[in-house]
């Protein structure tokens, strides 16, 4: 892993890289996060840079690397799956922030995305099955009850190391 | 990765070398399965297939591969059990010599076979006419059962049975497909039970986990936010339908379910008139093509493959007639793919078993004593599994053929139209998408008429196997060069759990004609290994009947009915 984080980095500071930090448009040449639609999320979400600017340390890149490997427990992994999914970053999902996921699942181009209705129904559908205390609003404990239960999110956090 | 090399520390020595033995045993393994994955058949190509079409086409490629194995399996299992020993004592390898069926001289009318292996001069197109029909020099080669007149093959002082050794390899490709098809749909099956398992969370399932992120290529991506965007919005839209199912009028009601019993004997009435017809045409066909007339060969040829011809039209019109009438009866779109589906399975598997059933009735066919010694059709049939033999061969042949024709005259030449060609009938048409189904269909319709033929035709696997790998490359460079991406991605796990539950339907199907002529209809006195037996069966009964009697006592006491039930159930 050391490797990969150093390779990331410009000839000159390689020596440092443990206490060096990466910018945010090195980060998204990995490929696995070239693809992910969710890239920026994950980016902001495992910085630790005080100037918000996105860029990673190397603790950083093994904390997003330990959580997407498959000796996280479900419950680091959903966790963090509900702070990249937090859009606004208000510790709840509210009707905004489900949208703009969606849109995100569904792909960028204009096309591509679900009509006004049909975003209204899912997520009016989405939260009938997840939201438990009728709040307009998941917040993390409901999102871990419901991720729980899911078969497929297990395998979706897992990369392939 | 500290708090781990803190434990370690406090680890006794014992649990230090289990965990570094667990570690570099889990990276061997890992590597195996990597180097075990490039001699995987095809494995490049699929990938590729993959990336660029998606899993529902993979699948349909590696559907075929796996009946490219099976084929091949099967057909070194009936050629090492059946044609190898022959082949081993006719050239006097192993001190092998083969003991000729002495005929019982019941009657001799049963014995005259004169399979008309080309004598004297014969023009190449005899030889064309012959390769495509199976009669004349290919009659009377290892491909038929007629050959097979073998009673035992000596190798040193052994003796081995060969009509046991026929039968027994008949049941085991059987079985062993029966074994491999279940093995492959549970874990299918498995992977469809949880995905249905909790339809109230399926939204939150699709949205929350339904990105897969080891996807890598920016292509994959894209196919999969299609296929997301399609899935999200095919479930909307049945939410919505059923909801306006719920609150139809009774009156509505009325009026649609009466048009759905019109359509359903509508359909039902068209499936009988193409059996009919089926019916109809094999058995002119065999009345006219057992006059040997040289003069008309082509007429004859034409006359041969009449029945392959009908039931390739019937396969391809029955398809577009129900997805044509379906659209009237008002169903969920997921119930309505099912259902033409389901119709179109059954159009093409009761094809195949109605030409057997009008072959067996001309085999059987008693009235005014025709087979009064032999007790089948002797004068037209003296040796009729051949003749059952060549009608597989015939319509394996045909498919193929039809499958080649149909990837050179109506893909390529369509492609080239539509791109070169602006007029507006023609762009109208536009380019074809991969129907998966039908070609699943295809080729299952295929793998039937080999499992039904082989006990006819023993060599009939090593076609397929040759067939169906020259199909994985005809269908990849059709695939390639003039398909677009379907605008409707399929999801993989749920269709190959549906193709395989299919391919059983048809082996299912391939028992019941193997297992009529094996038990019921009388074998040929004039060709075969069960010359001298009643049935084919009864090699079974006889030999049994040649073990020591405790032996035979447990058989007996197994094969009876307080036995064998509980032993099936579990």
Not at chain 1, 135 to 153: A, C, K, M, W
Not at chain 2, 86 to 100: E, H
Not at chain 2, 103 to 124: A, H, M, N, Q, W
Not at chain 2, 375 to 393: H, I
Request: glycine share 4%.
């Amino acid at each position: 892993a050391y490797k990969r984080f150093s390779e990331l980095l410009p000839k000159e500071e390689r020596e440092n890289a443990c206490s060096a930090r990466v910018p945010k448009s090195q980060i998204l040449m990995l490929p696995e996060l070239r693809a992910n639609p969710f890239q920026h999320r994950i980016c902001h979400v495992f910085s630790t840079s005080e100037t918000r600017d996105d860029s990673m340390s190397f603790e950083d890149f093994l904390d997003m690397l330990s959580v997407f490997s498959d000796s996280a427990t479900s419950d680091i992994k959903s966790h963090y799956a509900f702070r990249i999914f937090d859009f606004d970053n208000d510790g709840t999902l509210d009707r905004k922030d489900l949208e703009q996921l969606v849109n995100c699942l569904t792909g960028q181009g204009e096309e591509s995305r679900l009509s006004s209705a049909e975003m209204e129904q899912l997520i009016q559908n989405i939260l009938e099955e997840s939201d438990i205390d009728k709040d307009g609003t998941i917040n993390l404990s409901e999102f871990q009850h419901v991720v729980s239960r899911s078969p497929d999110f297990a395998r979706c956090g897992d990369l392939q190391r | 990765r500290d708090t781990q090399q803190a434990d370690t520390e406090h680890l006794s020595k014992w649990k230090k070398w289990r965990r570094t033995s667990s570690k570099s045993l889990k990276k061997v393994l890992g590597e195996v399965k990597g180097l075990s994955s490039y001699l995987v058949l095809w494995r490049h190509d699929i990938h590729s297939i993959e990336g660029k079409f998606g899993t529902g086409i993979q699948s349909y490629f590696s559907f075929l591969r796996f009946l490219v194995l099976l084929n091949f399996i099967i057909f070194i299992l009936m050629f090492s059990f059946v044609t190898l020993p022959i082949i081993i004592s006719k050239y006097g390898v192993f001190n092998s010599t083969i003991a000729y069926i002495s005929p019982r001289i019941i009657d001799d009318i049963c014995t005259i076979y004169e399979p008309s292996g080309d004598k004297g001069l014969v023009y190449f197109y005899t030889y064309l006419k012959d390769l495509l029909s199976g009669t004349g020099f290919l009659e009377v080669t290892h491909l038929f059962y007629g050959y097979y007149s073998i009673d035992a093959v000596w190798i040193s002082i052994m003796r081995y049975n060969l009509p046991l050794a026929y039968l027994l390899a008949t049941f085991a490709y059987l079985a062993l497909s029966f074994l491999w098809i279940i093995k492959r749909s549970v874990e299918g099956f498995k992977h469809n039970l949880v995905h249905d398992a909790d339809p109230f969370q399926s939204y939150c399932n699709k949205v929350f986990a339904g990105w897969d992120f080891c996807i890598t290529d920016p292509h994959a991506a894209q196919l999969k936010h299609r296929s997301l965007q399609y899935e999200l919005q095919t479930d909307l839209q049945e939410e919505k339908l059923k909801q306006k199912i719920a609150e139809r009028s009774m009156v509505e009601k009325l009026r649609i379910y009466s048009l759905r019993v019109i359509i359903n004997i509508t359909v039902i009435a068209i499936l009988s008139g193409c059996f009919y017809s089926i019916y109809r045409v094999t058995v002119f066909s065999q009345e006219n093509s057992n006059d040997i007339d040289n003069a008309n060969s082509q007429v004859n040829l034409l006359v041969q493959y009449l029945p392959s011809m009908v039931i390739t039209l019937a396969n391809f019109i029955g398809p577009l007639i129900f997805s044509f009438l379906i659209t009237f009866e008002d169903y969920t779109p997921a119930f309505e793919i099912k259902l033409t589906l389901l119709r179109c399975v059954f159009v093409r598997l009761a094809s195949i078993g109605v030409l057997l059933f009008s072959l067996w009735s001309q085999i059987s066919d008693c009235d005014s004593d025709k087979c009064e010694p032999c007790g089948y059709n002797y004068k037209l049939y003296p040796c009729w599994e051949s003749d059952v033999g060549q009608e597989m061969y015939k319509l394996m042949i045909f498919d193929f053929i039809v499958i080649l024709a149909v990837a050179l005259f109506v893909d390529f030449p369509r492609k080239l139209l539509v791109t070169h060609c602006s007029c507006k009938l023609i762009q109208w048409f536009g380019h074809k998408e991969f129907e998966i189904s039908d070609n699943v269909l295809e080729i299952i319709y295929g793998q039937t008429i080999c499992w039904i033929g082989t006990f006819f035709s023993p060599l009939l696997p090593v076609i397929a196997t040759i067939k169906y790998f020259i199909i994985f490359y005809v269908k990849k460079i059709v695939l390639i060069h003039t398909r677009k991406p379907a605008a409707r991605p399929i999801r993989a796990s749920s269709s190959n759990f549906f193709f395989l539950v299919v391919l059983l339907i048809g082996l299912l199907l391939a028992f019941v004609p193997v297992g009529v002529s094996i038990a019921r209809i009388p074998s040929s006195k004039a060709c075969g290994p069960f010359r001298n037996f009643n049935t084919s069966w009864e090699v079974i009964p006889d030999t049994i009947l040649e073990f020591p009697t405790g032996l035979q006592h447990v058989l007996f006491g197994m094969a009876s009915e307080a036995f064998a039930v509980p032993f099936f159930v579990i």
